[in-house]
């Protein structure tokens, strides 16, 4: 079975991060807050988020970033991580304004 999931990330607070996976009706998710900039945690987020569920990088297929409003800095962080694993991955990143967001199937 070829594993298609979508990744969210919302940087919008300079000081939580919070990323989303979603496959389906499957969802997992993470959210960290902390006294370190959202540049500093959240791709750590992310890799333990996959590791935690044994799912390969290679298995997304979309990546959607918060575009705000929020933090300036923080919002930059999510669409920076979130071009790197677009072009990575070769796959499409979105913005979007809310957790609302299409799910592969």
């Given at each position: 079975m070829n594993k298609q999931w979508s990744l969210y990330i919302d940087t919008s607070?300079?000081?939580t991060a919070r990323v989303?996976?979603?496959m389906r009706d499957m969802e997992y998710s993470a959210e960290?807050?902390?006294r370190l900039h959202t540049s500093q945690t959240v791709l750590l987020?992310?890799?333990r988020l996959l590791k935690?569920?044994?799912i390969h990088l290679?298995?997304?297929v979309a990546v959607y970033v918060h575009q705000g409003p929020g933090s300036y800095?923080?919002?930059r962080v999510g669409a920076a991580v979130a071009n790197m694993l677009s072009r990575l991955l070769q796959i499409?990143?979105?913005g979007q304004r809310s957790l609302a967001f299409p799910v592969y199937t």
């Open positions: 607070d300079i000081h989303v996976l979603r960290e807050s902390s987020m992310i890799d935690i569920h044994a290679s298995d997304i800095t923080g919002l499409p990143v979105n």
